[in-house]
């Protein structure tokens, strides 16, 4: 159980409801999460409608945002968001060794631009004023400069879903772990430390 009240889509201004229910709908097996985001509707109509609008434009390569999520996911130890997308990225080609070790500096299975991605997603999360011009020059081998900026929005955007998650306690949905198993997930990745 959450730290807070969950919502439901009947609960929700009519302006908003359609977010709620799109995101519930089609986004992924979210729905704790959006539950608990509508406790503020300028909240689910702008977070929730970006993820939305993002995914409709899909400017993005998803394997390099799910690297990137999951990068930041292992790396901020959010139990919710590594079982979510932990699947979606062995869905992108990458074996389940591969996304348990991704935080290893030599971690097999990652080609360099999965390599640059993983990288950058580390850094934007620990160091984000010590990246050196050099990676921009790098990324802009793989990447347009509008790919470059949503990569960096969603790495960051990432790391707030995680405290938000894990602040609120926001538990994950029914079916969630047997599917990040069933592709190889660990249980381990969903132990999280606290001092």
Do not use: W
Request: proline content about 6%; glycine content about 6%; charged content about 30%.
């Amino acid at each position: 159980m959450p730290r807070v009240r969950e919502v439901q889509a009947h609960e929700v201004p009519e302006d908003v409801r359609p977010v709620y229910e799109r995101f519930a709908r089609d986004y992924g097996p979210f729905l704790n999460q959006v539950k608990v985001f509508a406790r503020r509707p300028p909240v689910l109509k702008h977070i929730m409608g970006l993820l939305l609008e993002l995914a409709d434009e899909a400017l993005l390569p998803k394997r390099s945002l799910e690297i990137a999520i999951v990068v930041v996911s292992k790396l901020n130890e959010c139990a919710y968001c590594v079982a979510h997308h932990t699947p979606r990225l062995v869905d992108q080609g990458l074996s389940a060794d591969t996304v348990a070790r991704i935080l290893e500096p030599d971690c097999p299975g990652l080609t360099p631009l999965d390599r640059l991605v993983r990288d950058y997603a580390v850094q934007v999360t620990t160091e984000p004023n010590r990246i050196r011009d050099g990676v921009f020059t790098e990324l802009r081998m793989h990447f347009t400069e509008e790919q470059i900026v949503e990569l960096t929005v969603r790495t960051a955007l990432c790391g707030f879903f995680n405290r938000v998650n894990d602040a609120l306690g926001i538990g994950l949905e029914d079916g969630v772990i047997e599917e990040m198993l069933a592709k190889g997930g660990r249980e381990e990745d969903l132990a999280v430390h606290h001092a």
